[in-house]
């Protein structure tokens, strides 16, 4: 019996003693505690969008919350965010837009990968004002170089009627939802409608993480205003229809500026080369030849003389021969601007009035294309002007002028330039760098019933 009662005590206190453990261990771990968030510190982040693309950097990882708060679940390890920073995909470019601080002090940042696969908080350093631990700055694109102005493409991939894969509003995935291109305000679903359009660009742009470029878009079958001017396209996507060929020998001609002594100033940093099919062989005369871009050697020589020069003797283009140099003579040149007034038509040129700008319907002063404004109002230094030019330069519409605002009579006013207004309003010893008054006579006509209009230039020209 005794036997009995210490065997019952002994199983007693056994079980006492692992109770008492067990308590003993459940308070150790209640006793943990976890990081909250300061009062008032989780908020949005509101500077610039651009500003907060970032990238993971595979130290830290992921979580549905501060990683250090209770109940905190990983929603990418660092190895996931390791593989994120090193891929070449731009959907696994982040972007941040919320940022907490925990009780403890550290700093954590919401982000979201553009593709929308990954979202939560990571650890962000001790600092709010910038980015740190698990996450840096990371730009999206980088600078390349664009196309030549006057270089035109056309699409080489497949158009669709039904899908717009090709334009964007911005090189895809490089910033968090801006995708495919708006035309006139509303999404570019299909691109069926550019398939034989010539393009134009003016920037490019290389993905940092596909190394991709992508062209924007400058004109669209020579229009600046079109409704895809803007937007970009992957520069694999179009080919160039304007091409030069390779300059040889026998297709090209070395295009030299001398003074009027015959010494040499500079020599043209491209050479003239004949269009690909034309027939040409070296010592033949030029002559007639354009190049890709529909220039004569003539006109070539004028489109890259040096800067503050201007052409005084063209006349060796006759000459010129492939294999050989083409000499254009020049002097120092002086530039015109231009101050604009009107008359009423009838009137007499000494009552002309100050036309502003925004008496034209465009509200800018007429287009002109840098060629015209360098015939019209650049000349050698210290000549005179020659005032024949601006009747060329100012033919206007297809109705000799151009349109202005509405007049008090429900018509529209038309200005229509006027030779021997100017020529009276301006000085008979007027030079190339003196301002030059151009006069228009202004008279009222029915409004236009197309408006329409394709920009060529600028006015750049004006004072």
Do not use: C, H
Request: without cysteine; charged residues 15%.
């Amino acid at each position: 019996m005794k036997s009995g009662l210490k065997k019952s005590l002994y199983l007693g206190l056994a079980a006492v003693s692992f109770v008492a453990a067990a308590g003993a261990a459940s308070t150790t771990a209640s006793a943990k505690t976890y990081a909250k968030i300061a009062s008032g510190s989780n908020v949005a982040l509101t500077s610039d969008a651009t500003t907060r693309n970032v990238t993971l950097t595979g130290s830290n990882a992921l979580y549905t919350k501060a990683g250090t708060l209770k109940g905190a679940k990983v929603v990418a390890t660092t190895t996931t965010a390791k593989k994120l920073n090193s891929s070449t995909s731009g959907k696994a470019n982040f972007r941040a837009y919320r940022v907490a601080k925990t009780t403890r002090g550290s700093v954590y940042y919401k982000v979201v990968s553009f593709d929308g696969s990954y979202r939560g908080w990571i650890y962000g350093g001790k600092s709010t004002s910038d980015f740190g631990g698990g996450i840096a700055s990371y730009a999206t694109t980088k600078t390349a170089t664009a196309p030549a102005s006057d270089a035109t493409y056309k699409l080489s991939a497949a158009t669709s009627d039904t899908a717009n894969t090709l334009f964007f509003k911005e090189p895809s995935y490089t910033q968090y939802k801006v995708g495919r291109a708006k035309v006139n305000g509303t999404v570019l679903a299909l691109t069926s409608a550019y398939k034989d359009s010539t393009f134009t660009f003016g920037a490019a742009k290389t993905t940092s993480r596909e190394g991709d470029t992508y062209y924007q878009v400058a004109s669209v079958d020579g229009s600046t205003t079109n409704g895809l001017v803007g937007a970009w396209v992957k520069a694999s996507n179009v080919s160039q229809t304007n091409a030069e060929p390779t300059a040889t020998s026998a297709n090209s001609v070395t295009v030299v500026y001398r003074d009027s002594n015959r010494n040499v100033i500079s020599t043209a940093t491209k050479k003239f080369i004949a269009k690909s099919g034309t027939s040409t062989a070296e010592g033949q005369k030029v002559s007639g030849d354009t190049n890709t871009a529909g220039q004569t050697l003539t006109q070539f020589g004028e489109a890259n003389l040096p800067s503050g020069y201007t052409a005084t003797d063209e006349t060796d283009a006759a000459n010129a021969t492939y294999g050989g140099s083409y000499y254009v003579t020049i002097a120092k040149a002086a530039t015109s601007k231009a101050s604009f007034y009107y008359i009423n038509s009838g009137s007499a040129a000494s009552t002309a009035a100050t036309l502003a700008k925004t008496a034209f319907s465009t509200g800018a002063y007429p287009s002109l294309t840098t060629a015209v404004q360098t015939k019209t109002f650049t000349g050698t230094d210290g000549s005179t002007f020659d005032f024949a030019n601006l009747a060329t330069a100012f033919t206007g519409t297809t109705d000799g002028g151009y349109y202005g605002t509405s007049s008090s009579t429900g018509k529209v006013y038309f200005y229509k330039y006027d030779a021997d207004a100017t020529k009276a309003n301006n000085a008979s010893t007027a030079k190339y760098g003196d301002t030059i008054k151009v006069v228009f006579d202004r008279t009222e006509v029915a409004a236009p019933t197309n408006t329409t209009t394709t920009d060529s230039g600028n006015s750049n020209y004006a004072e």
